[in-house]
C-alpha cells in the first residue's frame, strides 16, 4: 500500500494535480493514505486556470497548511513512501536542491530523499537555464525523479484533460501504482 503526499506549488498547472487527485481518489485500494499540502500561491492558480475554488477541500484528502511541520510526512516515521510535486516551480525545486526546508513542501521533500524513498517533480516551467538544470541535477543524484509536465500525443488525445492526463499516468507509473493506460505498441490498453 502506498503512502502518497502530493504537494501543489504555484506554477502553472493546476490541470495536473487536480486530474492526480482525481486519479489517487479512483486507485484508493492501491492507497493507505494520500495527503495534500498546497502554497497559498498554489490555491490562486487553481481557482484562475481552474475556475474553481475547490482547491482546499478537492476530494476530502487531507489538506496541509505549508507551516503545519507536525504533519505525518514531515517525519521519517511517518513512512510515506512517495512525495510528487505537481505542478513543482523551481524556487521549490531549487530550495529543494540546496536543502533549504523552511516549509513543509521543501521539509517533506528533504524527508523523502534522506529516507531514499521516491521523490517525483513534475517541472512546468520552459524553457530552463542553467540554474534550473543544476537544480534538477542535483535532485536527480540525490534520488530524486525530475518528470517534466511534457504530455504525448501518441495516443491521439482530444481533450486538453487527455493531453494533461498523458502526464499524470507517467507520474502514477512512476509512482509504482497499477493503472490502465495506453502503452506504446498495445493498442489493447
Known amino acids: 500500500m502506498h503512502k502518497i503526499v502530493v504537494a501543489i506549488t504555484g506554477?502553472?498547472?493546476?490541470i495536473y494535480a487536480?486530474?492526480?487527485?482525481?486519479?489517487?481518489?479512483a486507485l484508493k485500494g492501491?492507497?493507505?493514505?494520500v495527503a495534500v499540502v498546497m502554497t497559498p500561491n498554489a490555491?490562486?492558480?487553481?481557482?484562475t486556470e481552474l475556475d474553481d475554488e475547490s482547491s482546499?477541500?478537492?476530494?476530502?484528502?487531507?489538506?496541509?497548511s505549508q507551516q503545519d511541520f507536525r504533519a505525518p510526512f514531515a517525519s521519517g516515521s511517518g513512512r510515506y513512501n512517495t512525495m510528487i510535486?505537481?505542478?513543482c516551480s523551481m524556487g521549490t525545486l531549487g530550495r529543494i536542491a540546496q536543502g533549504i526546508s523552511s516549509d513543509l513542501?521543501?521539509?517533506?521533500?528533504?524527508?523523502?530523499?534522506?529516507?531514499?524513498?521516491?521523490?517525483?517533480?513534475?517541472?512546468?516551467?520552459?524553457?530552463?537555464?542553467?540554474?534550473?538544470?543544476?537544480n534538477m541535477e542535483t535532485i536527480t543524484l540525490?534520488?530524486?525523479?525530475?518528470?517534466?509536465?511534457?504530455p504525448s500525443f501518441y495516443s491521439r488525445p482530444a481533450t486538453i484533460e487527455a493531453v494533461a492526463a498523458t502526464v499524470v499516468d507517467r507520474v502514477l507509473d512512476l509512482a509504482g501504482l497499477s493503472i490502465s493506460t495506453f502503452r506504446w505498441g498495445n493498442e489493447s490498453d
Open 11 to 14: 506554477a502553472s498547472g493546476s
Open 18 to 25: 487536480r486530474l492526480l487527485l482525481d486519479k489517487l481518489a
Open 30 to 33: 492501491q492507497c493507505e493514505s
Open 43 to 47: 490555491m490562486e492558480v487553481w481557482k
Open 56 to 64: 482546499a477541500s478537492y476530494r476530502n484528502f487531507p489538506l496541509y
Open 85 to 87: 510535486i505537481v505542478p
Open 105 to 134: 513542501i521543501t521539509r517533506a521533500a528533504d524527508v523523502i530523499l534522506k529516507e531514499r524513498r521516491k521523490l517525483i517533480c513534475v517541472v512546468r516551467d520552459t524553457p530552463y537555464n542553467l540554474i534550473h538544470i543544476r
Open 142 to 150: 540525490a534520488g530524486g525523479i525530475i518528470c517534466p509536465a511534457t
